[in-house]
């Protein structure tokens, strides 16, 4: 079956620290990979998405690119905020699945804590 | 809608009663999820609509648990005989690109079982 495994939380950091969230999968296939955000009291946001091995997905200072041959896909930026304290979820949707049968597989989520 | 609407946003209920829970998607989106996301924990399926009908509902917990869609418009999810366990938000999402693409979220429903 569909898994996603990322790090355990909470990730405590300082401000203009470099971040990595990692987040490794299994899936049969290709699946395309996602990093969702979600900020308190908000829901799910698409961050960045990658449908491809080898693409790199970017969205507000945040990167990561899909490698195939590690089944990985983690979460970098160069340097956080306060703002960017939220949870952040690795997501997987498997290819030729027919239609999205199943969702996206999430994994359990990050919690990311900036402090100033 | 610019996005994806809930209802409730919270919902506080007692054991044993029936609650029903409300997504409205962004318009013309097909297809439709319904995910559950407990205290601290991940999201787990529940339900995917492709149109009106539900292709794959082996995500719902229970047969407590139901959901219908309208067309391609409202979807509702129902939750008969609730248990404290129920306890969580239920997540909406809508999307228009199918396999390849990512979910528009709704903000959730927080349902509390006392």
């Known amino acids: 079956g569909n898994s996603v495994t990322q790090m355990e939380g909470p990730v405590t950091l300082s401000e203009e620290a470099f971040l990595t969230i990692n987040c490794t999968y299994t899936a049969t296939g290709y699946p395309s990979l996602f990093w969702y955000v979600q900020y308190p009291g908000e829901g799910l946001q698409l961050l960045l998405k990658?449908?491809?091995?080898?693409d790199k997905g970017s969205n507000k200072g945040f990167e990561a690119t899909y490698r195939k041959e590690t089944t990985s896909f983690h979460l970098e930026k160069g340097s956080v905020q306060v703002s960017d304290s939220a949870v952040y979820f690795c997501a997987l949707n498997p290819m030729g699945s027919g239609g999205g049968a199943d969702g996206l597989t999430f994994g359990k989520g990050t919690h990311l804590i900036i402090q100033p | 809608g610019a996005g994806v609407s809930q209802s409730p946003s919270n919902k506080v209920t007692e054991k044993g009663k029936d609650v029903e829970l409300r997504c409205d998607p962004i318009s013309g989106h097909t297809a439709l999820y319904w995910y559950r996301q407990r205290l601290g924990q991940g999201l787990e399926f529940l339900i995917y609509?492709?149109?009106?009908?539900?292709?794959?509902k082996s995500g719902l917990p229970s047969d407590r648990f139901s959901a219908e869609r309208t067309g391609e418009s409202v979807s509702t999810l129902t939750i008969q005989r609730t248990q404290q366990e129920d306890s969580a938000v239920y997540l909406c999402?809508?999307?228009?690109?199918?396999?390849?693409?990512?979910?528009?979220f709704g903000s959730g429903t927080r349902l509390t079982v006392v």
């Open positions: 609509f492709q149109g009106n009908s539900a292709p794959d």
């Open positions: 990658a449908t491809k091995a080898d």
């Open positions: 999402a809508s999307s228009l690109e199918g396999t390849t693409g990512g979910y528009t």
